[in-house]
T-cell receptor, first 117, second 114 residues
């Protein structure tokens, strides 16, 4: 069975400093992994996704994530935080099974990112 | 191109009332789904559909009903609302259920059952 663990429920950074949001996953197959962002009272927006191509994935707004199979991790990073990055971030895993299985996305419980001026 | 549109955005229901959350997409996506989001729980799948006329249960289907008569629409029905159904509901769609296709989410419907 697949699972996702976001290691921090809350991360606080200062504007201009690096961001690291940690995600570990468990999967029986070759997974696809996603990061979504949710601003207050808004829907979820895709930041980036990994689907077995390059292990370093670049997303929107300067975010990137590295897939590390040996560590079963998919941490999200950004070199310099901006006030507009304050939001909740979700790590999501989907197993790649025969016939596909997009409908069985498993969400982490979320990491709330606070950016201080 | 509106993407995924959900209505209503906010709703208060009394216990035992019924209502329908509407979801429509204009991207000709085959795959649509409903999730509920509760504090500290992430998103959990309620029901999904892989095409018109085809629906199936997700992780937390009890108390909810769905149908898919057209490609565009995927309404979620609460048959007899309970306080445990107080949540934020998200509709999502994707071109395919195959892994790797991006899933697009609506902006959410905040439901309170009193």
């Amino acid at each position: 069975a697949q699972s996702v663990t976001q290691l921090d429920s809350h991360v606080s950074v200062s504007e201009g400093t690096p961001v690291l949001l940690r995600c570990n996953y468990s999967s029986s197959y070759s997974p696809s992994l996603f990061w979504y962002v949710q601003h207050p009272n808004k829907g979820l927006q895709l930041l980036l996704k990994y689907t077995s191509a390059a292990t370093l994935v670049k997303g929107i707004n300067g975010f990137e994530a590295e897939f590390k199979k040996s560590e079963t991790s998919f941490h999200l990073t950004k070199p310099s935080a901006h006030m507009s990055d304050a939001a909740e971030y979700f790590c999501v895993v989907s197993d790649m099974k025969t016939g596909g299985s997009n409908y069985k996305l498993t969400f982490g419980k979320g990491t709330l990112l606070t950016v201080n001026p | 191109n509106a993407g995924v549109t959900q209505t209503p955005k906010f709703q208060v229901l009394k216990t035992g009332q019924s209502m329908t959350l509407q979801c429509a997409q204009d991207m000709n996506h085959e795959y649509m789904s409903w999730y509920r989001q509760d504090p500290g729980m992430g998103l959990r799948l309620i029901h999904y559909s892989v095409g018109a006329g085809i629906t199936d249960q997700g992780e937390v289907p009890n108390g909810y009903n769905v149908s898919r008569s057209t490609t565009e629409d995927f309404p979620l029905r609460l048959l007899s609302a309970a306080p445990s159904q107080t949540s934020v509901y998200f509709c999502a769609s994707s071109y395919s259920q195959e892994v790797g296709y991006t899933i697009y989410f609506g902006e959410g419907s905040w439901l309170t059952v009193v």
